[in-house]
């Protein structure tokens, strides 16, 4: 049973352009909604993250948008650049943090 | 920031034999690590959360006499894989919590496991 869905699947976006990605996600007990950026070989590394509380955080080039009543999040990646080819993970959290569910993945490839 | 390391990086055995995978907390005590597995281009699947001083809690489906977490410190808990095969095979990380009740977790940067 897949908890949290990702979209797209990969991503292939030019340098300077908007990378939207998209995380649903089902179980209501939820709280705290961060993206992880995972590249090849290594492990994953907090990129941003939101809570329920608030609609959109942003740090830098990146913002989480949330839409509480719609159970989904968005991570935003304004002006891409190469360096941000990655595999992006969802991964919200509940029961006091000690659960993570970690979506689908999605693959982003930013080309010159 | 926090750092995590695992060690080795990479280890390739053959079937049937044990591999101990360590995962260190470098500049902080962790009273809570997880342990993950992820195949190729697949997510990471949570095995087992690791309380330093008790026994590891595991998710449904991973065996806990075939994987087994030693968390014996604030700072390192090992992953054992024994009598290990083939479909072993796998991407294992590790990751901390700074603090209880904190909800960033700090990952390692991964063991590549491959059981020929």
């Known amino acids: 049973q897949q908890q949290v869905k990702q979209s797209p699947q990969s991503l292939i976006v030019q340098k300077g352009g908007i990378s939207i990605i998209n995380c649903a996600y089902e179980?209501?007990?939820?709280?705290?909604f961060p993206w992880y950026q995972q590249f090849p070989g290594k492990g994953p590394a907090l990129l941003i993250a939101?809570?329920?509380?608030?609609s959109e955080k942003k740090e830098g080039r990146f913002t989480i948008s949330f839409n509480k009543s719609a159970k989904q999040f968005s991570l935003h990646i304004m002006d891409s650049q190469p360096g941000d080819s990655a595999t992006y993970f969802c991964?919200?959290?509940?029961?006091?943090?000690?659960?993570?569910?970690f979506g689908t993945g999605t693959k982003l490839q930013v080309i010159p | 920031g926090a750092v995590v390391s695992q060690h080795p990086s990479r280890v390739i055995c053959k079937s049937g034999t044990s591999v101990k995978i360590e995962c260190r907390s470098l500049?902080?005590?962790?009273?809570?690590m997880f342990w993950y597995r992820q195949f190729p281009k697949q997510s990471l699947m949570l095995m087992a959360t690791s309380n330093e001083g008790s026994k590891a809690t595991y998710e449904q489906g991973v065996e806990k006499d075939k994987f087994l977490i030693n968390h014996a410190s604030l700072t390192l808990s090992t992953l054992t894989v024994t009598s290990a095969h083939p479909e072993d095979s796998s991407f294992y990380i590790c990751s901390a919590l700074l603090s209880a009740g904190q909800e960033t977790q700090y990952f390692g940067p991964g063991t590549r496991l491959l059981v020929l």
């Open positions: 500049d902080f005590q962790a009273t809570t």
């Open positions: 991964a919200p959290t509940s029961g006091g943090y000690q659960k993570v569910t």
């Open positions: 939101i809570r329920p509380d608030v």
């Open positions: 179980n209501t007990a939820f709280d705290y």
